[in-house]
């Protein structure tokens, strides 16, 4: 064989290795592509009793939560049928603690690790227990306690539901940029009001404020009659107040502040203006498509519980999309590593802080009818994520 001959049989055959490598390559990539992927999400709810208030206008539709991860179900199927993946969710209701958790277990057995928790705190500690070293995905969707934050600090959980100190830190910065100093606090008795009060006394401190007198609502007046007469001479104090700051989550009596106050000042916190992760109201980065989905869903308008509800299922959506796996442990890495973000409609991507599993996002400072603001607010600055002026950070954990 002369050498023009062998020459050309030499470049024959590495275009028959290329062409080789590269048909192999294709079938390889196209048969990783249509391998289909299933991801088992559950929402599991524990029943509870609503706290008696005067008026029932503010109690939240018993749908509340679920219809929101239904919608990103939805979503996410529309974009996982051109990637072969599908998102299937399952609702499960309880009516005590020990049955939430029995079923935790006895679907963890059957293969199912992702879970969406609409829970209390105590629930959700025992839960994180069950979950240690369990390759599991849990999402509180509904307990805003500060204490799951910084002092529990639950490992196998995250959290799509903003907390206490989140809500107080964003109207405190409010009330900085507007120059409002002087705070008159009024909280409730229960528990949750006690809460909600410490967490904006934190903010107070945090940012500067100062708060002129601490007032306790222990009134069991009917307010709708007694309001003109009541809430001036509760209101009055010996300082004056910029605005007042109200503690009442279950909105008692928060309601009949505004324009009853003594001093005519604004009115915060629980009723006036509210530190929300999500509102009707809220229409900028395509917000309004998500608002219309919804409604065409539920016939009615997402509330703060549906939108945690959605973040939790697309926040497995969005990694499952990125990764191309339905293996827990894999999923679980990515979503707490610095990687991971989430597009969730409010003008900027959101990621979960890696020392507490607290998802990251801005809050909308809202009026019954009108966005009013969003913090952070301008000028907040962080050396790292200014998102991390709201809430608890790094350097606050008191882990247990």
Known sequence: ???????????????????????????????????????????????????????????????????????????????????????????????????????????????????????????????????????????????????????????????????????????????????????????????????????????????????????????????????????PLFTQTSSEYDVVYVADPAKDFAEFLPFNTYLPRPVIGSAGLEALAWHRVIEQWGAAQLQSRFVQLASRNMNELDFSGYLALRTVAQAAQQLKSNQPQILTDYIHSSQFELAAYKGRKLSYRQWNGQLRMPMALVQPNALVSQSPQEGMLHPKNELDTLGYDAPEMKCQ
């Open 1 to 231: 064989m002369n050498r023009s001959i062998k020459h050309k049989w030499g470049r024959f055959v590495i275009a028959l290795l290329f062409y080789s490598a590269f048909i192999s390559g294709s079938v390889m990539q196209v048969s990783a592509q249509s391998l289909p992927l299933k991801y088992d999400i559950n929402y599991f709810k524990l029943t509870q009793k609503a706290r008696a208030t005067f008026t029932n206008i503010n109690q939240l539709p018993e749908n509340s939560g679920y219809l929101g991860a239904k919608l990103a179900a939805d979503d996410s199927n529309s974009t996982g049928k051109f990637i072969n993946q599908t998102f299937s969710l399952r609702y499960a209701q309880f009516e005590h603690g020990n049955g939430l958790l029995a079923g935790l277990n006895e679907h963890y057995l059957d293969g199912q690790t992702i879970f969406l928790l609409q829970a209390p705190a105590d629930l959700l500690i025992a839960a994180n227990t069950w979950a240690k070293d369990k390759a599991v995905l849990l999402f509180n969707i509904s307990e805003p306690a500060d204490g799951l934050r910084y002092q529990q600090c639950l490992s196998s959980m995250l959290h799509t539901i903003p907390s206490y100190a989140m809500k107080s830190d964003a109207l405190a910065q409010w009330l900085v940029a507007r120059r409002l100093q002087k705070v008159l606090l009024i909280r409730g008795k229960s528990d949750e009001d006690k809460q909600v009060a410490n967490a904006f006394k934190r903010s107070v401190k945090r940012f500067g404020l100062k708060v002129v007198d601490e007032k306790i609502w222990d009134f069991s007046t009917d307010l709708r009659r007694t309001t003109q007469q009541e809430i």
